[in-house]
């Protein structure tokens, strides 16, 4: 696939997994005060409420999606996409409906 370095794109893809894991640290404390920074912004308290609840309910799950986006386009790049419909498919049809059903 492309010019054969595949041992660049492993380190490549190594990096990413650092990166994006450096960035879900912040971005994952965010989300577990997001009702204040709503609030302090301006945002009803019954919508900051109900987000903020929601964003603690898809936090867990943070981790799976930044490891999901980053082996998909690795393998993406490789023209390997069929490992990923059904996975998707799983995660559509049954994990964000249960998430919504906890969240109401």
Known sequence: VGSGRLGD???LVQRC???CVLALIPGFALWLVMEHVLFA???PPAVAA???RFL???APGLPGMVLFE???RFLGCQDIVLPFVPITAVVTWL???TLLALLL
């Open 50 to 52: 109900l987000a903020a």
């Open 17 to 19: 997994l650092v990166c």
């Open 95 to 97: 994990g964000h409906p």
């Open 9 to 11: 794109v492993g380190v």
């Open 41 to 43: 912004l301006g945002q």
């Open 56 to 58: 603690r309910l898809y």
């Open 70 to 72: 980053v082996l998909r």
